[in-house]
């Protein structure tokens, strides 16, 4: 099973996130999803101040099997970027929750992060998969 972090929600499409300070989140990709697409090689991630709107593409990872898009759970601004992905893609398979953050949003709707897919629902997504 992969591991996955109680404190964080999830997405249908194997983003995590997680609440920081205000209305900031962070967000990434999941272990499952970076196990399920091999050795990533190169990530795209939007620009600092670039919005987001929710369930549409803001970046995509590219591994040795395929390139995937990256879905943002939530609408807003972004208010960082994680930068070191540009030299080390390896960090997403190597530490999804930590390294490999994504983006921070500065939420447009704070309760949409409690929508979003509760560890115990999305363990029973993948199990699906």
Same mark, same amino acid.
């Given at each position: ?49 670039? *919005? ?5 593409? $803001?970046? %995509?990872?590219? @591994? =040795? ?40 949003? *500065? ?5 949409? $992060?409690? %929508?979003?897919? @509760? =560890? ?10």
């Amino acid at each position: 099973m992969s591991n996955l972090p109680k404190d964080l929600r999830y997405t249908e499409e194997h983003e995590w996130i997680k609440k920081e300070d205000g209305n900031q989140y962070r967000i990434g990709i999941t272990d499952f999803a970076q196990d399920e697409l091999g050795d990533i090689v190169f990530v795209e991630l939007p620009s600092v101040g670039d *919005e987001l709107k929710a369930d549409e593409p $803001f970046g %995509s990872v590219e @591994s =040795v099997k395929t390139v995937s898009e990256l879905y943002a759970p939530i609408s807003g601004k972004v208010v960082a970027v994680n930068e070191d992905l540009d030299d080390s893609p390896e960090f997403v398979n190597e530490s999804p929750y930590e390294k490999a953050w994504m983006i921070v949003v *500065e939420a447009d709707d704070e309760a949409a $992060f409690e %929508s979003l897919l @509760s =560890v115990e629902d999305y363990e029973g997504r993948i199990k699906e998969d």
